[in-house]
């Protein structure tokens, strides 16, 4: 006898609904001359780790977590170590 074929309707597929968020965490990085730039990464300890070398630098960091759908809320803000 033939094996029978896999149909739409025998593949129920994955019915798993988390979604993996790859910039759960943004940092808006801004320059004192102007320029400014973006990191996103799921990694807490990572982005406050960059937050705080740009800082460091120079550069105000604005450090944002996702509150869904592609809107971000600014919780700090970082500013650049003036007392060197």
Same mark, same amino acid.
């Given at each position: 006898?033939?094996?029978? &074929?896999?149909?739409?309707? !025998?593949?129920?597929? !994955? @019915?798993?609904?988390?979604?993996?968020?790859?910039? /759960? *965490?943004?940092?808006?990085?801004?320059?004192? @001359?102007?320029? #400014?730039?973006? +990191?996103?990464?799921?990694?807490?300890? /990572?982005?406050?780790?960059?937050? /705080?070398? !740009?800082? !460091?630098?120079?550069?105000?960091?604005? +450090? #944002?977590?996702?509150?869904?759908?592609?809107? *971000? &809320?600014?919780? @700090?803000? *970082?500013?650049?170590?003036? @007392?060197?």
């Amino acid at each position: 006898m033939a094996r029978r &074929r896999g149909t739409r309707a !025998n593949n129920r597929g !994955n @019915h798993n609904t988390s979604v993996s968020t790859p910039d /759960r *965490y943004r940092l808006l990085i801004t320059w004192p @001359h102007g320029a #400014q730039s973006t +990191f996103g990464t799921s990694d807490k300890a /990572r982005a406050r780790a960059v937050a /705080r070398s !740009n800082s !460091n630098s120079g550069a105000t960091v604005d +450090f #944002q977590v996702l509150a869904g759908w592609s809107v *971000y &809320r600014t919780t @700090h803000t *970082y500013a650049p170590d003036v @007392h060197r």
